[in-house]
């Protein structure tokens, strides 16, 4: 990360936390200099991108001043699905997309996995490598489903740190989250059900729910606030919603976090109408704020919350290890898991939970948020340099993910295979729909280190876009 | 292995390998102990093992000869499994067997799993630390499904000596067999269609059924020989089959091995009825004989089997590693891996590739082979000695299980729950059937070391089954 987006990272922090509050004046960039210790003219770049981010602003002869209508983007508009229930045809589109992103080649700007190259490899070979040579034979044989007592007491020790009780008889360990999803999914639902779900949301909860067949209701979502809990209230009178699967921090695509009033408000509406939540929590570890937010599951007083997490995000991609804090549902899904794979690589298992009891998880972390929320700073500045004028995007609060909507005559297919021709790739709006909605939307991957390229790739987006 | 059972079972596989025939004297104590260079009291040993299981006689003054008529035990009785479709009902039977099964206290008879302490632990720890020492961090997003190429050509070659061409193209890598079976059936069937399945059969693939919504036609097997083609043939004319779900080589729970010829007729069979084969073929690298016979994949002509192997039972436990060759499924095996759970461990494929490579696998499975036969010589002694007359087991060529039909007024639930009382596990033959028959059948792990205290619990299940 070049220093001077870390001291944009870190002052646009402050303003957008409230701790620069509307008006105030920066230090001068002859006073930061010398109190960081770095150079006048990165203090300088870093203000510029604060400007050129609409958030703070230049006086002449006086300094630079936290903005007081900040010329922040605008965000997307809430989405407004279509309030009947649907059958599910998802289309070859998610898999043209996930293809086109393996190619270590194209600017990926389209995939759904941040960079390998933010990730503690030397340290997990290592607690691998050993774990393996001291695993017990015998082990094997008992530590089928629900999986390693280590990891799991790992995992009940991280909900601890957050305030929540969640003991191990309820976690049951999975290969990644996706599969955690799934058989959540199959526990709560028999097909022909209906259940509800985000709009826009995860194209693997589409295909989920077509290939247990399922009917989904798709619920609208704001872009930054996230679901819209009165539209819930609603659907719940009006369909027979037999489950929910909803992205509550850091919502995919939107980047949306409900915030924890609001969680508890939905856990509650869930637990009244005796609805089971499957909370895909797969991205919590990567918000921005050091005060993390909750999941729903902290407000789940009745065990209706299947709560699903992963380590493929924060901190091992390609080992597949997730899991699922399933409430009343453990034993159940516990059988489901020894149904579907018998059990997940015990190695595996022993590995990570030797790396999150000594290998520096929380301070890997810590890097791993820092460089994530430059890139995004580093993507909001292109977006604002390159973009036509028109296209609306809301930063996320943490994550790698931006949901840009572009000109309502834009055709994100179109631009997802022009894009492809030049070595570009991007998610084009309606792999995230059941309807295919979203057609002029796209969703950028900001995960990895910012270049040249990437700019310039972003710059080709914007040529891209004007011909529309 | 102690070094009697290791003789004894040498002459056996010469006697039911044909090298030994009926009538043939076998060689003098003293002489096979002077060859040998092993104690005339170990030869001796050997030679009353092999009398006990009625495959030679002491003839007085003369000496040992192969039996005419080998006094075998008598093989259970083909099954009689109705012949209308069913929907299916599996109990908690199955998952009470499994945990019954986990305490390392218990004698493991009921266990589907071989011991643990056969496998190369050490081995298998070295390659799969050096395997994520040197894991390319791109390769965890290029490595998608079908999977590691490694790997991929590591089984390709597999196929290769046994003189079957199988491109890495139709591979498609899997967390264990199970998943394989699992995604394979949801690849060529519908809910509501109608499948055949063996009589008995694998409780998971009862499992898969009833998930998926499936009609199950049971076809009848023979103990040794294995499916009843003509019974298929019949069923084919009579029922919608969609799909067959078949072990054709060391059939869990029977141990029958469908012949070559057998299996090539079962593959035309079902090409002229454009009928899908998925075989399960987990067991096939634990053939006793020196040259395996082949799966019913060998004789595919139209891409319409889909064989399912695993490296679960021969090489590394709790590793999670299988695979299907999915012929013309196979790209649509690939994309419902990825919508299952993404990936399978990228470190345990290239680990267990590179184990394939360098690890000395076929060395392995020599001993591993060798030990199994010696604990099934072992156990079908202990049958012998200890089991009340009227039961009837075959000797499977390989694998680890016996099949055991006991007298008709025996409740193998019953026996189970009595067993259990005492620390004795054994898997009841109800688990292995739609409808819950086999009432009278166990299947007993022989996949154990043999000691005292195996020989003891036998001793306990015989004086157990003498109640009824």
Request: include cysteine.
């Amino acid at each position: 990360v070049k220093l001077y987006r870390a001291v944009a990272q870190e002052l646009s922090g402050m303003i957008r936390g409230g701790s620069l509050a509307a008006g105030d004046q920066l230090p001068s960039v002859r006073s930061l200099s010398r109190s960081r210790k770095i150079s006048p003219a990165t203090v300088l770049k870093a203000y510029e991108a604060l400007e050129a981010n609409g958030l703070i602003e230049a006086r002449p002869r006086s300094g630079y001043y936290v903005r007081e209508h900040q010329k922040q983007p605008i965000p997307p508009q809430t989405s407004r699905p279509k309030a009947n229930s649907t059958r599910l045809d998802v289309s070859d589109l998610v898999f043209q997309t996930l293809e086109a992103s393996r190619n270590r080649k194209v600017v990926p700007l389209g995939s759904a996995f941040p960079s390998p190259t933010y990730f503690p490899w030397p340290k997990l070979a290592r607690y691998l490598g050993s774990s393996a040579r001291h695993l017990d034979p015998w082990s094997t044989v008992e530590s089928l489903p629900p999986g390693s007592v280590d990891l799991r007491q790992q995992i009940a020790k991280r909900y601890l740190r957050l305030g929540m009780s969640v003991g191990i008889e309820q976690i049951v360990v999975t290969a990644g989250a996706l599969e955690a999803l799934n058989l959540a999914l199959q526990s709560v639902t028999r097909p022909g059900d209906t259940i509800a779900i985000e709009s826009p949301t995860f194209y693997g909860c589409l295909q989920a729910a077509q290939r247990l067949g399922l009917q989904v209701v798709e619920i609208p979502m704001h872009p930054t606030e996230g679901l819209d809990i009165e539209a819930l209230r609603t659907a719940i009178t009006r369909f027979p919603i037999r489950a929910c699967w909803f992205m509550t921090t850091l919502q995919h695509p939107t980047g949306a976090t409900l915030s924890q009033p609001r969680k508890r408000e939905l856990a509650r509406l869930l637990a009244g109408h005796d609805i089971p939540l499957i909370e895909d929590d797969a991205y919590s570890e990567l918000q921005f704020a050091s005060k993390p937010e909750l999941p729903a599951k902290a407000f789940d007083e009745t065990g209706r919350v299947l709560h699903c997490g992963s380590f493929s995000k924060c901190l091992a991609p390609g080992y597949r290890l997730g899991w699922v804090a399933a409430g009343r549902y453990s034993a159940d899904l516990s059988r489901r898991k020894i149904e579907a794979s018998i059990a997940t690589s015990l190695p595996v298992q022993q590995g990570i939970a030797q790396m999150l009891r000594h290998g520096g998880f929380d301070t890997h972390l810590t890097k791993l948020r820092r460089d994530l929320a430059a890139s995004q700073l580093a993507a909001m500045e292109s977006l604002q340099r390159y973009f036509p004028a028109g296209y609306r995007v809301a930063a996320p609060r943490g994550g790698y993910f931006l949901w840009v909507e572009c000109a309502s005559q834009v055709d994100s297919l179109d631009v997802h295979r022009r894009a492809l021709d030049v070595g570009i790739t991007v998610a084009p709006g309606p792999i995230f729909s059941a309807r295919q909605q979203f057609k002029n939307y796209l969703r950028l991957n900001t995960g990895h280190p910012w270049t040249g390229a990437t700019a310039r790739a972003i710059q080709t987006l914007g040529t891209l876009l004007r011909r529309y």
